[in-house]
């Protein structure tokens, strides 16, 4: 899973976003962030999915 910090980051970002804007960096950063937060949810839902056992 995605550390607690860089899910603080992507808050931060985002939150500068609306208020005053990201320059380039941080728009690249706060992609990047996206990317791997969402890579990292992918990953943990296929895990459990996997693990799912269907009783009939």
């Known amino acids: ?3 607690k ?3 603080e980051r992507i808050n931060e970002l985002s939150k ?3 208020e005053i804007g990201l320059n ?3 728009k690249e950063e706060q992609k990047k962030l ?3 937060y969402i890579d990292a949810v992918k990953l943990s839902l296929k895990s ?3 693990n799912i056992e ?3």
């Open 1 to 3: 899973m995605i550390s």
């Open 5 to 7: 910090e860089k899910i």
């Open 16 to 18: 500068k976003s609306k």
């Open 24 to 26: 380039e960096i941080e």
């Open 34 to 36: 996206r990317k791997e």
């Open 48 to 50: 459990q999915l996997d």
């Open 54 to 56: 269907i009783i009939d």
